[in-house]
């Protein structure tokens, strides 16, 4: 795969579909999985241990509350990680985001918002990582960004 999906738990998903909404729509080679630090840690090691070696190119994380799934990713390989923190019930997600977001300086995480828009934001920096590389990539990026421009020109008529 050259994007790994990975979230804590299975309830990640509402937030986490929408990578993989995204990931499909823009054709890349993904795979989504459950994964977590704290639950399956011998996993995850493994799982990030041999990221680099198996050509993947990033992996987006999603995790919630005490949310030390991307940040260990990010302790275990050089792929790049890219951290989606999750809403959470009590603390809405901010405890998501500061766990994510505070890593010590040497060993980065791209962090990106809470819930469905990180998750989307985090899979279109992917796509945007990869297109360099890949000239018919960029022109649906820039297609798509296209689009969404036309779409906010047109929400105007709404405003009645
Ligand atoms: N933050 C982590 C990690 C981790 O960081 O390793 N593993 C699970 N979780 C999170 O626990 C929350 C509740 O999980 P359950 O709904 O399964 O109880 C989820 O948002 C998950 O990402």
């Not at 823009?26 to 459950?34: L, S």
């Not at 840690?41 to 050509?55: I, K, L, V």
């Not at 990106?112 to 985090?122: K, M, P, R, S, T």
């Not at 279109?124 to 036309?150: S, W």
Request: charged letters at 20%; hydrophobic letters at 50%.
């Amino acid at each position: 795969m050259i994007v790994e999906v990975v979230m804590g738990s299975s309830s990640d998903w509402a937030a986490m579909g929408v990578a993989d909404d995204l990931l499909r729509e823009f054709g890349i080679d993904h795979h989504c999985h459950v994964l977590s630090a704290h639950r399956m840690p011998d996993d995850m090691f493994r799982f990030a241990e041999t990221a680099w070696d198996r050509g993947v190119r990033a992996i987006i994380a999603g995790a919630g509350g005490a949310a030390h799934l991307p940040g260990m990713l990010a302790a275990k390989t050089t792929v790049p990680v890219l951290g989606v923190p999750i809403p959470s019930k009590h603390l809405q997600g901010v405890d998501s985001l500061y766990s994510i977001v505070q890593m010590p300086k040497g060993v980065p995480v791209a962090t990106f918002a809470i819930g469905a828009a990180g998750a989307a934001n985090a899979a279109l920096f992917a796509v945007a990582m990869l297109a360099r590389e890949n000239p018919e990539l960029h022109a649906k990026l820039q297609a798509y960004r296209q689009a969404q421009t036309e779409a906010a020109r047109a929400m105007t008529k709404d405003l009645q």
